[in-house]
C-alpha cells in the first residue's frame, strides 16, 4: 500500500510539471514544457508598467508587438523588412509609434528570438504577447532583458 501511494504521489508531481503554451503554428494547440500565462488581472498592460515602480519584483506585461529595435530606441523599425532581432517593442495599441508608449523587450536567448523575433517572423507584427521579468531600462525606455523567465502568447479572440 505504502508503494502504490508512492507511486501515485511521484505520478501525480511528474504530470503536474509541463507547462503549456498556445502553439504558434496551430491556434488553439498546446506545446508542452512551455510556459502558463496567469489570469489577465495578473497581466499589466504596457502603460500600467511604464508608470508603476515594482523594485526587483517580476511582473507580466502584455502588449502587440509593433516593431524591433537594437541598441537603441532611436534604431526602432515599425515596418517590413525588419532587420533588428535583439528585441521586440509591445505597446497597448497594434499601430502604436510614440516611442513614450512602448517597453522594449530583449530577445537574449534563441528560443525567444526563433519565437519573438520580427526578422523571422514578420507575421508577429501586432500580435499580442506576454513577458514576465524584472522592469529595467532597456535601449532607452522602460522594458526588460536579461531576466525574462516566462512569456508567450496572449492573443485576443479576432472579431468577424
Not at 497594434?94 to 508608449?101: A, G, H, K, V
Request: net charge neutral; aromatic share 8%; hydrophobic share 35%.
Amino acid at each position: 500500500m505504502k508503494t502504490l501511494t508512492c507511486a501515485l504521489a511521484l505520478l501525480l508531481f511528474l504530470s503536474s510539471c509541463g507547462k503549456e503554451v498556445l502553439d504558434e503554428h496551430t491556434p488553439g494547440r498546446h506545446k508542452k514544457d512551455s510556459t502558463v500565462l496567469p489570469d489577465d488581472e495578473e497581466i499589466y498592460s504596457v502603460e500600467e508598467f511604464i508608470n508603476s515602480d515594482f523594485g526587483k519584483q517580476k511582473v507580466w506585461v502584455a502588449g502587440y508587438i509593433v516593431g524591433a529595435c537594437s541598441r537603441s530606441i532611436n534604431n526602432a523599425e515599425w515596418e517590413q523588412p525588419f532587420s533588428h532581432k535583439t528585441a521586440v517593442l509591445i505597446a497597448d495599441a497594434p499601430s502604436e509609434r510614440n516611442i513614450e508608449r512602448v517597453v522594449a523587450i530583449q530577445l537574449r536567448n534563441n528560443e525567444l528570438k526563433n519565437t519573438f523575433a520580427l526578422p523571422l517572423h514578420p507575421e508577429n507584427l501586432h500580435r499580442r504577447a506576454a513577458f514576465h521579468g524584472t522592469k529595467q531600462k532597456y535601449l532607452g525606455v522602460p522594458g526588460m532583458k536579461k531576466d525574462i523567465d516566462k512569456y508567450g502568447w496572449k492573443d485576443l479572440p479576432r472579431e468577424d
